[in-house]
């Protein structure tokens, strides 16, 4: 991950979408955004709406199983979390550490958990007073749907890749992302 932006208690929702959308125009033609649709995030998906199908809205549920209905996925808690366990514990998920919010990110992690109800649900989330888990769910949305959607053919490694998700983004990693009209969005590199 080279680049996270938490933005400030209040920044009105157009002005997210603004940024949101400048950082997006700066990135390889076909890059998806995934936005969390839950509650509140309906609308601001719908702010999203100029650029069509660049957006895939998410809401994420206590369900056991990921649907599809109307460009709407409908995902469980528990495979997003899941994503992340799975890309952090075999080393393919790694942050930049030059990342302004890298230390809330990991402390968000590390407060992240799962607890068993007496009906024998799952529920997940940060389960200390004050603690926050927006950064872990902003961070599982685009993993999921990378692990979960094949990638589109023109970014796929080529034949015998081991690991697609991660060659195809070192070639996009690789790939000139700044035109004379399109300034480079600088990221960081990773360890």
């Known amino acids: 991950m080279r680049h996270l932006e938490r933005f400030a208690l209040g920044t009105a929702y157009p002005a997210v979408v603004a940024r949101t959308t400048w950082l997006l125009d700066r990135l ?3 890059t998806k955004l995934v936005v969390d649709g839950t509650g509140v995030g309906r609308a601001v998906v719908d702010m999203f709406a100029p650029l069509g199908r660049r ?7 206590a369900g056991d199983a990921a649907t599809l209905a109307d460009r ?3 995902v469980p808690k528990r495979e997003l979390v899941g994503v992340i366990q799975v890309l952090l514990q075999t080393g393919r998920l790694k942050i ?6 890298a230390p809330a990110l990991t402390g968000e992690l590390l407060g992240f958990q799962v607890k068993i109800t007496a009906a024998a649900h799952d529920v997940y989330g940060a389960w200390r007073e004050g603690q926050h888990d927006d950064l872990v769910l902003a961070l599982a949305l685009p993993l999921w749907y990378a692990e979960r959607v094949p990638t589109p053919a023109p970014f796929r490694p080529a034949a015998g890749g081991s ?11 690789r790939r000139d992302m700044g035109t004379p009209t399109r300034p480079k969005l600088e990221l960081p590199r990773l360890p």
């Open 28 to 30: 390889p033609t076909g």
């Open 55 to 61: 957006v895939v809205p998410v809401t994420i549920t």
């Open 72 to 74: 709407w996925w409908r």
């Open 96 to 101: 930049a550490a030059g990342l302004a919010e």
């Open 163 to 173: 690991r697609p998700i991660v060659d195809g983004y070192r070639a996009l990693v």
